[in-house]
């Protein structure tokens, strides 16, 4: 009996799954925050699975400031950048900060950052003896955080195959050649929706050309490195490290982004983090009792913005909260609160919040985010109205979304005044239609016909099991540009046409000539 039990439960595995093994899984993951919180999903999905589960990270310290690191249930490879470097990388971090909190957000915080990513990629590729070991270990695949161009660099160097996981929206759509019409396709950094009117279509067109010198541009920043690191006549470029991805995942999914189209080795499996809400602590939950019907809200401006440096922000905020009648957690550093500020009777701060799990408290009514992917898909899948202030990088697109689908509004930074705060948190709670639409998105979310957990499984182990994603890659990849516009048929076309029209004129002149002639003739 027992035995027919172990046969029938072989035979049902191995009949579902038949080319099921387990796979050899790098993740690579150099930045903190969210980029860390996300890889560091991945992996645990990857080893829950049955997958052998390995990340390779930089840092440790202070990537997550106001987080305790979980101790890991899979194999981590770390190693630390020296201390005076990383002292002044958050000095220049927190001045970035100030800057986007008073409206200025230039191109220039984004070329510092990347060259700030291109000096670690250099320290990273010279850890010979990780390298080594990590090299030796003959991953199967390696998953890489798509938004450090290091990680390309660094599964270049171990010659892994990679699929490039891209933590937000499509901020490099256009390098991964994946078809984006400009009539509809609204493209990042151009603060458009698909509903573009002709000067929008114009500006959108205008962003494009501007996208390819900048994707030039960023490319740049990591020449040197390459030099360093590659030897000549087998030196990659990043631009093609894009397209080398097996497959590429996003981080989004049509909840909140604009129907487009898609290549098939591009996936969405937004929403990694959001999950059922699990009860919370004693503390939050007596807090949130103590607000009766008016219920509360969630304040956090991102993993990475623990606490604000610009007090006169911090009294801003403070204010307006001190205004409404809901409670308000807020994930604020307390150590870090500015003494000279009271705090609002109705606010409690804390130095980490568990997000998800008070998103998914029926007493919630309302995010007050930064506008990070993972905050609003967790807003997205509990059904929160949003209130964005959004800071940089794609928080902007971001809530462009958000508002386009009438989940929620935004005001920007520089703008922020207690009065205008307090408005705007009331307006979005008690006009109803915010909360329909927020709950639509939801349903269509939970409906989803896989989960995005099953489909990261599903396609990592696809892309194994079939010794790559190739059989997925267009021809376009590998087509001069001339040839994917057409542009030798548009000429070829348009001279035989010139030609034909040409010989046509010509010819009708002749035999009008001809007859004119000869009419005149007759007449002499
Ligand atoms: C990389 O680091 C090494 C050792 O610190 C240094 O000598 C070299 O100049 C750096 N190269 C680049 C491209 O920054």
Redesign the pocket.
């Known amino acids: 009996m027992a035995g027919e039990r172990k046969l029938c439960i072989f035979l049902f595995i191995t009949l579902q799954f038949p080319l099921l093994q387990t796979a050899k899984i790098l993740t690579i993951c150099f930045i903190g925050g969210s980029h860390y919180l996300l890889l560091d999903e991945i992996s645990r999905i990857l080893h829950n699975n049955g997958h052998d589960v390995r990340m390779f990270l930089q840092f440790g310290e202070g990537m997550l400031p106001g987080y305790k690191l979980p101790p890991s249930p899979y194999p981590v490879s770390t190693y630390s950048l020296d201390e005076k470097y990383l002292k002044e990388y958050k000095e220049h971090f927190i001045e970035n900060q100030k800057e986007f909190l008073v409206g200025r957000r230039g191109l220039q915080s984004i070329l510092t950052f990347l060259g700030e990513l291109s000096?670690q990629c250099?320290v990273t590729l010279?850890q010979s003896d990780i390298l080594k070991f990590l090299k030796n270990e003959q991953f199967d695949i390696a998953i890489v955080d798509a938004f450090n161009p290091c990680t390309f660099l660094v599964s270049e160097k171990l010659g892994i195959p990679y699929i490039a996981f891209f933590p937000g929206i499509f901020g490099n759509a256009l390098r991964v050649g994946i078809p984006t019409p400009l009539s509809y396709v609204p493209l990042f950094q151009s603060q458009l929706t698909d509903r573009m009117d002709f000067f929008g279509r114009l500006k959108n067109t205008v962003t494009f050309f501007v996208s390819h010198i900048i994707g030039k541009k960023i490319d740049s920043i990591f020449d040197?490195?390459i030099e360093?690191h590659f030897p000549a006549g087998s030196r990659p470029s990043i631009a093609d490290l894009h397209l080398k991805a097996e497959l590429w995942l996003y981080n989004v999914d049509f909840t909140i982004e604009f129907a487009r189209p898609l290549l098939p080795h591009v996936q969405y499996i937004g929403g990694l983090l959001a999950k059922p809400a699990k009860p919370l602590s004693q503390e939050l939950e007596d807090f949130i009792t103590e607000s009766g019907e008016s219920g509360f809200i969630v304040v956090t401006l991102g993993s990475m913005l623990s606490s604000i440096p610009l007090v006169e922000f911090v009294k801003e905020m403070n204010a307006g909260l001190a205004k409404i009648p809901q409670k308000v957690i807020w994930r604020y550093q307390t150590s870090h609160w500015p003494e000279e500020v009271a705090l609002a009777p109705n606010v409690k701060i804390v130095d980490w919040l568990p997000q998800n799990d008070l998103l998914g408290h029926p007493k919630v009514r309302l995010l007050v985010t930064h506008g990070g992917m993972n905050s609003l898909m967790e807003a997205v899948y509990h059904g929160v109205p949003v209130l964005g202030i959004p800071l940089f990088g794609d928080q902007y697109e971001n809530m462009v979304r958000i508002k386009a689908k009438n989940m929620g509004t935004s005001i920007p930074p520089e703008q922020l005044k207690s009065e205008n705060f307090a408005q705007t948190i009331l307006e979005i709670i008690q006009n109803k239609s915010y909360k329909t639409s927020a709950m639509k998105l939801s349903a269509i979310r939970k409906s989803l016909p896989f989960p995005p957990d099953q489909q990261l499984l599903r396609w990592v182990e696809h892309i194994v099991q079939t010794g790559g994603g190739g059989h997925l890659h267009p021809y376009s990849y590998q087509q001069p540009w001339y040839q994917q516009c057409l542009l030798d048929v548009i000429l070829f076309v348009t001279v035989c046409l010139t030609v034909t029209v040409y010989l046509i004129v010509t010819l009708f002149r002749v035999l009008i000539q001809k007859i004119c002639s000869s009419g005149k003739q007759k007449q002499n």
Do not use: A, F, K, Q
């Open positions: 000096y250099n010279h040197n490195v360093e």
